[in-house]
């Protein structure tokens, strides 16, 4: 597996394998491939998956991160907003409205902070479902590869075909056309 290859690159492998694999003789939708070869990109597959649930860890912690700097920027704001009311002590007017400012200096970081969590906690919850759906639907066709391919592999032991001239069995020529194999990522 290469440092880049992602589950949908080794589906696109496999499929790749598939569509160029060597036709078998009177086989309409038969082919051979290399068994092991199809069997490592399915295990590839699936070991990737603790990779893309390590993302999903980091994107959590990237929005914890994002909350913190948040409370920090806001409190950072209520820090500058109590200093500047220190600052104007002086005259009765300028104090009051020095705390006035301040109220709402305070009020509006800790709104903004709501709202920079609010938004964080949807875009995080978001991402988080995409990639659950990604990784569960990756994983449903993988079985679902996987299934068809060990049925295909058993199915293939098909009859020798009749001698030049005899007349020919319909029922001879195996049905594969579930593996017309479609894979949307």
Partial sequence: MTGGERVSDLLD?????????????LGADKCIIDRGAALDILDEARSMFPQEL???????????????NAKHEAEAVRRAAEERSRQLVDEQEVLRMARAQSRELLVNAETRADELRRAVTEYTGEALRKTENALSSALEETRDLRTRFSRALTDSATPVPPAAGAPVDDDFMPDISEFDIDIDL
């Avoid at 394998?17 to 060597?22: D, F, G, L, N, P």
């Fill in 54 to 68: 390590a993302e999903a860890e980091r994107l959590v912690a990237a929005r914890s991160d994002f909350i913190a």
């Fill in 13 to 25: 492998r496999l499929r790749a394998m598939i569509e160029s694999a060597k036709w078998v003789p």
